[in-house]
């Protein structure tokens, strides 16, 4: 992250910010957990999950514990809600 201009973090975090309301608008989850990494490569990227209320709060987030699949109909149905959410939701100061 610190290679990164100003414009180019603010636009980063504009996106991790964005990608967690579109998440909580439609999945409604308790909160949402940020995990930002980059480590093997230069390289920046953000992993950004829903935290729900069966979920343990005290349990550390573990991207080894691999995906949860839905079926194809609720992927799909999830995909196109979430890009519903992302293009309702504002892109930077001056939209919101």
């Known amino acids: 992250m610190g290679h990164l201009t100003t414009d ?3 636009g980063f975090w504009d996106d991790a910010e964005r990608a967690g309301r579109a998440i909580d608008s439609v999945y409604s989850p308790r909160k949402i957990d940020y995990l930002v990494m980059g480590h093997r490569m230069p390289h920046l990227h ?17 991207i080894a514990d691999g995906p949860v699949l839905p079926s194809a109909d ?6 196109h809600a979430l890009r519903r959410a992302w293009s309702a939701i504002a892109t930077g100061p001056a939209e919101r």
């Open 46 to 62: 953000a992993h950004v999950f829903p935290q729900h209320s069966h979920d343990d709060p005290k349990r550390d987030v573990d």
């Open 74 to 79: 609720d992927l799909r149905g999830g995909v």
């Open 8 to 10: 180019q973090l603010r």
